[in-house]
């Protein structure tokens, strides 16, 4: 499966929650498969979704799953201990590891050869790390949102984007319907 | 007078919670006392803009965040300012350390100081310059402007504000 096809089958089940979601493609992806005002898009600043969703996490209740990808992950690795050492029982953090920079043209990660995210997460202390093939991600990823208990998911799938419309909606409004979102 | 516990006694005062850092020898006393104040949640950061990610996080999930950094790190969150903080319209008052000002005794922190004037008014962050120890008088005003108009705002700290390095 690609990352287009994950994000569709996932779809039901983080709808309502509040996800942070990774810039490029994946943001665009899930805006066309299912755009809710729980959704933050990002618009820039690549690595920082897993740095913006703990905050999320560790500011309010509501479970938070933050998207991310292996390249965006390798960009800020310094998360990795932030998030070990800052428990957030109401946060996720979806790692869709496909081996390549998909929004740039699939050139290959290092994760894609020898590094290993799931093996870099638990050397940095975080506790329930999981390690999914791509069609066996949704019962994973509903159960981690059920036990809240924060959880690393590590999901390989294989690399390859689909054509789709870049967002046009103003950051702003993503952040203040996001906001009402999170307040509602 | 206590200098960082005037501060941080400014940060509570404004009702901020959530404070993120990344060291200084000269920000080690205010590190300190936010870490030991129960009304503020204090996350240490890896790296500035991982720091300003968690920051645009806890804002949204309604806490008033702020950040404590080196001017150094000015040159490691340009991107991180424009397209987050900026972008999306997020407040982030930023307690800066400004090596490489009067009284600095490494001669490298005065390579990014040189910069750091520059790149902030580039970026149209607002700026103040605390130099004297009454300078301080201003941060609660700075603070409150801050989350007024919704922009990362810059405070920069130099040597002569924090006292000076003793006998370096
Ligand atoms: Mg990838």
Same mark, same amino acid.
Not at chain 1, 26 to 51: C, K, R, V
Not at chain 1, 64 to 73: E, F, K, M, Q
Not at chain 2, 3 to 25: E, G, H, M, Q, Y
Not at chain 2, 35 to 57: Q, Y
């Given at each position: ?28 992806? %899930? ?12 618009? +820039?600043?690549?690595? %920082? ?6 905050? %999320?996490?560790?500011?309010? !209740? ?37 081996? @390549?920079?998909? @929004? ?29 093939? !791509?069609? !066996?991600? +949704?019962?994973? %990823? ?27 909606? !103003? ?14 | ?168």
């Amino acid at each position: 499966m690609i990352r287009s096809e994950i994000l569709r089958e996932i779809a039901p089940i983080i709808r309502d929650h509040l996800v942070v979601c990774n810039i490029g493609l994946p943001s665009q992806e %899930l805006h066309m498969i299912d755009d809710q005002p729980t959704n933050f898009y990002m618009l +820039g600043t690549m690595g %920082l979704s897993s740095s913006i969703g703990l905050g %999320l996490a560790l500011a309010q !209740d509501k479970t938070v799953i933050s998207i991310d990808g292996d390249g965006s992950v390798l960009t800020n690795l310094g998360t990795l201990p932030t998030i070990a050492n800052n428990v957030a029982d109401n946060y996720i953090l979806l790692i869709i590891d496909n081996g @390549s920079y998909g @929004s740039t043209g699939d050139q290959p990660t290092y994760a894609g050869k020898k590094t290993k995210l799931e093996n870099v997460a638990e050397a940095c202390g975080c506790e329930n790390v999981i390690t999914v093939q !791509d069609k !066996d991600l +949704g019962p994973v %990823l509903q159960k981690a949102i059920d036990d809240r208990k924060m959880t690393v998911i590590v999901c390989k799938c294989d690399s390859g984007n689909i054509k789709l419309p870049v967002i046009t909606m !103003d950051p702003v409004v993503i952040r203040h319907r996001f906001m009402q979102a999170v307040q509602a | 007078m206590n200098i960082d516990k005037r501060i941080v006694d400014d940060l509570v005062a404004n009702d901020i919670s959530f404070v993120t850092t990344v060291p200084c020898k000269q920000l080690a006393g205010v590190i300190d006392e936010v870490e030991a104040r129960d009304g503020i949640f204090h996350i240490p950061s890896n790296k500035e803009d991982e720091g300003m990610g968690l920051c645009a996080g806890a804002f949204m999930g309604g806490k008033r965040p702020m950040i404590i950094m080196q001017n150094t790190a000015i040159g490691v969150t340009i991107n991180t300012l424009a397209t987050l903080t900026q972008y999306y319209r997020m407040p982030l008052p930023m307690l800066i350390s400004y090596r490489g000002e009067l009284r600095e005794p490494v001669a490298c922190q005065v390579e990014m100081a040189v910069h750091t004037k520059a790149l902030l008014a580039q970026m149209n962050i607002p700026t103040y310059h605390f130099h004297w120890q009454k300078d301080v008088e201003e941060f609660d005003n700075i603070l409150k402007y801050t989350f007024m108009c919704n922009k990362p705002v810059a405070i920069l700290t130099d040597a002569n504000f924090w006292g000076g390095y003793g006998d370096q």
